[in-house]
T-cell receptor, first 116, second 111 residues
Framework: SAVISQKPSRDICQRGTSLTIQCQVD?????MFWYRQQPGQSLTLIAT?????????ESGFVIDKFPISRPNLTFSTLTVSNMSPEDSSIYLC?????????????FGSGTQLSVL | AQSVTQPDIHITVSEGASLELRCNYS??????LFWYVQSPGQGLQLLLK??????LVQGIKGFEAEFKRSQSSFNLRKPSVHWSDAAEYFC?????????FGAGTRLAVHP
């Protein structure tokens, strides 16, 4: 199994600023992902964080707004740029090791972001 | 289009009562199906998953789910609910990586 640590766990930010969320996995994983959970809604995949290359974004999400880094197999960051109140959400990092057959997707505890 | 529907937004049950949370999906191929639980301030924890084989799947914490292809359903059940089961439950469908989540069902448990 993998343990995923996210920080910060929560933050309150001003409109127009940016916040970088860090995700650390305690073991090497092949796949890392970032999800968003807007208030009262379900989880939506933002992007797949690719090691050493640009992230793969889902429809409706762009790199300028959500730049993602993944410098190695255990760490990734998501930046929420030029924030507005609509960005208030829980952001979750997830990961799995595709080398292990049927390995499940693990989730971090999330970052609760409030934008004023 | 691929989608997951959880018809019940909120469910309240008494401790010791049985529980069934509904999940219907729309997916082009044979899906992988999952149930996750999210407690306040916590991440998502996988309860169980269905890939193939026996359509009745056993999970952790005494939960089980049954895949019914004809009904495109994957309902979650527990015979006797404990107060600690109060949480939000998400059904998800998809591959190993890209999961489509339902809107969630918030479970409250009365003593």
């Amino acid at each position: 199994s993998a343990v995923i640590s996210q920080k910060p766990s929560r933050d309150i930010c001003q409109r127009g600023t940016s916040l970088t969320i860090q995700c650390q996995v305690d073991s090497q994983v092949t796949m890392m992902f970032w999800y968003r959970q807007q208030p009262g809604q379900s989880l939506t995949l933002i992007a797949t964080a690719n090691q050493g290359s640009e992230a793969t974004y889902e429809s409706g999400f762009v790199i300028d707004k959500f730049p993602i880094s993944r410098p190695n197999l255990t760490f990734s960051t998501l930046t929420v740029s030029n924030m507005s109140p609509e960005d208030s959400s829980i952001y979750l990092c997830s990961a799995r090791n595709s080398r292990i057959p049927n390995e499940k997707l693990f989730f971090g505890s999330g970052t609760q972001l409030s934008v004023l | 289009a691929q989608s997951v529907t959880q018809p019940d937004i909120h469910i309240t049950v008494s401790e010791g009562a049985s529980l069934e949370l509904r999940c219907n999906y729309s997916y082009g191929a044979t899906p992988y199906l999952f149930w996750y639980v999210q407690s306040p301030g916590q991440g998502l924890q996988l309860l169980l998953k269905y890939f193939s084989g026996d359509t009745l799947v056993q999970g952790i914490k005494g939960f089980e789910a049954e895949f019914k292809r004809s009904q495109s359903s994957f309902n979650l059940r527990k015979p006797s609910v404990h107060w600690s089961d109060a949480a939000e439950y998400f059904c998800a469908v998809g591959g190993y990586n890209k999961l489509i989540f339902g809107a969630g069902t918030r479970l409250a448990v009365h003593p």
